[in-house]
C-alpha cells in the first residue's frame, strides 16, 4: 500500500487491488492531482484535509462505513455492517465510480478501480475533480456540522422534522449539479 501526500494535505493510497490495477488507476490520479487540486480551490473554494483512496467497490462500502461511524462518534457493529451493505448495492445498482465521505478529521474520497479497467483517463481525471469538488463544499462553513447532523438522523441517532430532510436532499442536489457543471473546466484545467 503506497501512499503519497501532496501539498494540498491530500494524500493518495491504494487499498485491496492487484498491483498492475493499482498503478494504472493511481499513476494518473497522481499525476495530475496537483492541478485539479488547485483548479478546484480556484472555481469551489479551498480543500479540507483529504485522503483519496483508490480501492474496489466493495472495500470502499466498507471504508464508508468506518468513516461515517468515526465521524459521527461511532456505530454498533450491526449499523456499520448494515451501511456497508447499502453503500455496496447502491454502488453496483449505479455504477458508481467514485464516492466523498466525511470522516472524523478529513475527506475521503474513494475512487473505485475495476479489472479489466474500463475508464479512459479523461473519464477518471473528471471523477476525481467531481469528488474534490464536493470535498470543497463540505469545507464550507456550516457544511460540514450540516452534513454531520444528515448522518447522524440516517443513522437513526437523532430525530429531525421531514422538512429538513427534504431541504438537506435539495441541498445535496445543488452540490451535486455545482460539481457536474465544473467537470469540463477541471479536465481542462488537468490537461493544461
Known amino acids: 500500500m503506497g501512499t503519497e501526500t501532496t501539498p494540498n494535505e491530500i494524500s493518495v493510497t491504494t487499498t485491496a487491488l492487484p498491483s498492475w490495477l493499482a ?58 455492517i448494515r451501511t456497508a451493505l447499502a453503500t455496496w448495492r447502491a454502488n453496483r445498482r449505479s ?10 478529521d478529513h475527506v475521503l474520497v474513494l475512487v473505485f478501480a475495476t479489472a479489466p479497467p474500463t475508464r479512459a483517463e479523461d473519464d477518471l481525471i473528471a471523477t476525481l475533480g467531481h469528488e474534490l469538488v464536493h470535498a470543497a463544499q463540505l469545507h464550507r462553513p456550516g457544511r460540514r456540522t450540516a452534513q454531520l447532523e444528515n448522518l447522524r438522523a440516517n443513522h437513526r441517532l437523532i430525530q429531525r422534522p421531514i422538512a429538513d430532510s427534504y431541504r438537506a436532499e435539495a441541498q445535496v442536489c445543488l452540490e451535486e449539479a455545482e460539481a457536474h457543471e465544473l467537470e469540463p473546466a477541471l479536465l481542462a484545467a488537468a490537461r493544461t
Open 95 to 104: 455504477s458508481a465510480m467514485a464516492a466523498c465521505v466525511l470522516a472524523s
Open 23 to 80: 498503478a494504472r488507476v493511481a499513476d494518473p490520479v497522481r499525476r495530475h492531482l496537483p492541478r485539479i487540486a488547485e483548479a478546484v480551490e480556484q472555481m469551489a473554494g479551498p480543500l479540507p484535509a483529504v485522503r483519496i483512496v483508490i480501492t474496489t467497490s466493495a472495500t470502499g462500502a466498507w471504508l464508508t462505513a468506518r468513516a461515517e461511524a468515526d465521524a459521527v462518534g461511532g456505530l454498533t457493529a450491526r449499523a456499520r
